[in-house]
């Protein structure tokens, strides 16, 4: 299996490699559109800051080629966000794969988000075989609302979007590669049961 984990100058990819190579997965870590569209996974995750990392994919038109992408797409974390419409980060349009947009946690929060939550579950194949309640590890200033395509959520104080889905693309708010065995389940089910 060709799993393509887009380069595209955010943090925290490191770990999501190490995690594919637990599932015996060697990931690609790549920012060439042929290697990504011939890929059988791809992967879109990191940390870091919506405005630039936009700007990285629109130079290189990566944002085209996301769009274009008919094979299983996986979001993480920053990843989310910018499959969603807008972020209050930067004011930043993102890709609009997703109709919820991107806000700031309120200023009364601590902010990051930071540890673990627990993320709702739903009957979608995403979550085959993950034990309730499913607890993830975030770290995140910014959150996507609930919306049509929302099929988890988590509160911190409020409701927001803990996984999306709209047709292949599937979109997740904190990281599994660090959520120990909800995590790690979430993942094997994005690389096998889809």
Request: proline share 5%; glycine share 6%; net charge negative.
């Amino acid at each position: 299996m060709k799993v393509a984990v887009i380069k595209y100058n955010a943090g925290n990819i490191k770990s999501v490699m190490l995690a594919l190579k637990r599932l015996g997965i060697e990931g690609n870590l790549t920012d060439n559109p042929e290697e990504i569209l011939n890929a059988d996974r791809v992967i879109f995750p990191g940390q870091g800051e919506a405005i630039s990392a936009m700007k990285y994919l629109k130079e290189r038109d990566l944002d085209k080629v996301i769009k274009s992408i008919e094979k299983p797409f996986l979001g993480i974390c920053l990843g989310l966000q910018l499959l969603c419409s807008h972020s209050e980060e930067g004011n930043t349009e993102c890709l609009g794969i997703f109709d919820g947009k991107v806000k700031k946690f309120p200023n009364d929060l601590k902010v990051p988000h930071m540890g673990w939550n627990v993320g709702s579950l739903s009957d979608d194949v995403i979550f085959k075989n993950i034990k309730s309640p499913a607890y993830y590890y975030f770290v995140h200033s910014y959150y996507a609302e609930i919306c049509e395509q929302t099929i988890s959520q988590t509160d911190y104080m409020l409701p927001f979007s803990n996984v999306l889905k709209k047709n292949n693309f599937y979109a997740i708010q904190p990281h599994p590669e660090k959520s120990a065995e909800s995590g790690e389940q979430f993942l094997r089910n994005f690389l096998f049961e889809l």
